[in-house]
């Protein structure tokens, strides 16, 4: 499919509009496992353009698909992390932690949901609830391994090690926090995408830079961000938070920079991305 081509390397448009035909087609041909395989896409696309209200039509839309095979990873892939990467690319923390895992018999596929929650909880103040959770990611992950599925349980595992990492963060253990963060980016960045999806919600390096961010560390976080974009082309998370740190670390070159690139990727955001007018509002300060 030509639009894995444009989501590796940025062009929201050309994937929203390529998966489109793509997801007519399959369920022309009732091949429901490519037709939510395409709405996944089309969604990750509109979440980067900040078109938030389209994403969320296309996972309404998603929830009436049926007639394909759960044991088929596509499809059942597809329905679980479509309403996961919507509330996380947002940081809609609360709506993550209250995500309904939808019944699979892939290990891989519940995870996705129990990481989506374990985040959202940690992020949004409770990180007693993410534990719960967390436990749920070690059981999935010896799942995987005891099926000997390396790629898959490594995935999983990463999940888990980015879910502790922001319970530790939560409670105040920031060194640990840090560490145990920096080592889920590293392995994230040295895994292969899966063709199944377009990418993870959030990656771990970007989250590396959010927590970089928050805890004062503004060089740093740039440089976390930037690694990002190096991988994931015009990503509208590492973007903001990229001219975000710029701008904290005094460096009004690179913010006018990535703030113009936000602008240039989400200026047809919804109202809502708030990030965009705040990119705009500096401009104009700044011109």
């Known amino acids: 499919m030509p639009s894995h081509i444009f989501t590796r390397v940025g062009y929201w448009s050309e994937s929203i509009a390529s998966n489109a035909e793509a997801a007519r087609v399959a369920r022309e041909s009732k091949d429901f496992h490519d037709q939510l395989h395409a709405m996944d896409y089309q969604v990750y696309a509109y979440l980067q353009l900040g078109q938030d209200q389209k994403a969320r039509a296309l996972i309404d839309e998603a929830t009436a698909v049926a007639g394909f095979t759960e044991t088929f990873l596509p499809g059942p892939y597809a329905l679980a992390v479509s309403p996961a990467r919507y509330v996380v690319e947002r940081g809609d923390w609360k709506a993550a932690s209250e995500l309904q895992v939808r019944p699979s018999p892939l290990p891989q596929v519940q995870a996705i949901t129990y990481f989506g929650r374990a985040l959202g909880a940690a992020r949004s103040g409770n990180p007693d609830a993410a534990k719960a959770d967390i ?104 973007t903001v938070g990229a001219a975000k740190a710029a701008e904290k670390a005094g460096d009004d070159a690179k913010a006018q920079a990535y703030y113009k690139k936000v602008v240039a990727i989400a200026g047809d955001a919804d109202a809502s991305r708030t990030e965009v007018s705040e990119a705009r509002a500096y401009l104009t300060r700044k011109s």
């Open 135 to 238: 436990a749920k990611l070690a059981e999935l992950r010896d799942k995987l391994r005891d099926a000997k599925d390396a790629y898959w349980s490594e995935q999983v595992d990463i999940q888990r090690q980015v879910a502790e990492a922001w319970v530790l963060y939560a409670e105040g253990k920031r060194d640990d926090a840090m560490l145990t963060m920096s080592k889920a980016a590293d392995a994230e960045d040295k895994t292969e995408k899966h063709p199944v999806t377009p990418g993870v919600p959030k990656p771990a390096r970007e989250l590396y830079g959010d927590m970089l961010l928050d805890s004062g560390k503004p060089a740093e976080a740039l440089a976390a961000y930037e690694a990002t974009l190096q991988k994931e082309p015009n990503r509208l998370g590492a």
